[in-house]
């Protein structure tokens, strides 16, 4: 059985994600959505709101976990039995920040392999972070973002403007 780790912010996940998750799927037995918790990296969700919006968003997958982890990457690859780690490519910009986690993640550990999956052309262009600009200025996320997004976003920019 090949267990995939899908790490990240998730802060918060996008059908970008979900994408890659649903195509992860297709190649490997289970995949494990791990949120990393970074102490230093204040995001708009926290990790609990995080991993309930992710939950929420694979419920229909049954070989879609959802977790997170604090330290090392690779430590937590093998602590919960994972075989590979997925990562997403957007555009040339990622591939030079995910060669060097690959290769600083192969240098520690060199039993695990990061698999890439290239983004669909529909999201290419959407990540978290813009997700998150668009959502503060009042516009429309739909159709980029899982729709318990779109509404935790509502109420999240709701609550910050009150
Ligand atoms: P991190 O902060 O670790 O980069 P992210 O949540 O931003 O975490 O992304 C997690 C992974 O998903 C990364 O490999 C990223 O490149 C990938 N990813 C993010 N958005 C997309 C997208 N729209 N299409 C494909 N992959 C994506």
């Known amino acids: 059985m090949i267990k995939a780790i899908y790490p990240g912010s998730f802060d918060p996940i996008t059908y970008g994600h979900l994408d890659i998750i649903e195509r992860g799927l ?5 995949v494990v959505v791990a949120v990393a918790h970074n102490i230093e990296k204040r995001g ?8 309930a919006l992710i939950q929420e968003a694979v419920r229909d997958h049954s070989r879609v976990t959802v977790d997170s982890f604090e330290g090392l990457l690779v ?3 093998e602590r919960v039995g994972g075989n590979v780690i997925i990562r ?5 910009s990622d591939f030079e920040y995910e060669f060097h986690m690959a290769s ?3 240098h520690l550990n060199e039993r695990f392999d990061t698999f890439f999956m290239m983004t669909a052309k529909d999201y ?7 997700i998150k600009e668009v959502a503060m200025l009042g516009g429309s996320v739909k159709g980029l973002v899982p729709e318990n997004v779109e509404r935790a976003l509502k ?3 709701k ?3 009150d």
């Open 88 to 92: 997403g490519l957007r555009a040339t």
């Open 155 to 157: 109420i999240k920019f």
């Open 26 to 30: 297709g190649v490997f037995d289970h």
């Open 44 to 51: 708009l969700f926290n990790l609990e709101e995080r991993k």
């Open 104 to 106: 600083i993640n192969r």
């Open 75 to 77: 430590d937590y690859v």
């Open 124 to 130: 290419f262009f959407v990540s978290s972070r813009t």
């Open 159 to 161: 609550t910050l403007v």
